[in-house]
């Protein structure tokens, strides 16, 4: 049996072993993982797993003064805070579209979209240590597939050929 018909048997099997252990990043994440909301309001406070405490210390932001439908409704807005692990302490930002990645951990500014002019501000915390696998997994299982399907088709139009 050729090297080609061995991989064409396989991908099947190997496309499922794919979902397997995107199952499995997804699993590591839950178990594993953490997922936190810390209101961005000045001196609000919060502890990290890893022995590190969050403080914010300044919210800034900035408002949409024209055109008339979006007058009073927020621009963008930057959130000022100090991270605190042991003996060491970094001031960080953030910002609308611009997360903070750090140990681990990402830090993304949200609005709570309940309210409409003045929206409460929130700061989501979250690990998630299965991604990596959760990236390979579907890495592979495209790869298979780009490779499969297009090799399948061609050997049943061969194959239709051959019949005529």
Request: proline content about 5%; hydrophobic content about 40%; aromatic content about 10%.
């Amino acid at each position: 049996m050729s090297t080609k018909i061995f991989f064409l048997k396989i991908t099947p099997s190997l496309t499922h072993i794919c979902f397997l252990v995107i199952l499995c990043g997804h699993l590591f994440s839950m178990i594993s993982g953490y997922n936190g909301v810390l209101p961005a309001k000045a001196g609000a406070k919060t502890s990290l797993p890893i022995q590190s405490d969050i403080e914010i210390t300044e919210q800034k932001c900035d408002y949409y003064i024209s055109p008339e439908s979006l007058k009073g409704f927020i621009k963008q807005c930057i959130v000022s805070f100090e991270l605190q692990t042991q003996g060491d302490t970094a001031q960080k930002h953030i910002s609308f579209l611009h997360p903070l990645y750090w140990q681990g951990y990402s830090f993304h500014l949200g609005m709570d979209k309940r309210s409409s002019k003045s929206p409460e501000l929130k700061i989501s915390i979250k690990r998630d240590p299965g991604v990596r696998l959760i990236l390979v997994g579907f890495t592979v299982l495209i790869l298979l597939m780009l490779w499969y399907f297009p090799k399948i088709n061609r050997d049943i139009k061969n194959n239709k050929k051959e019949d005529i």
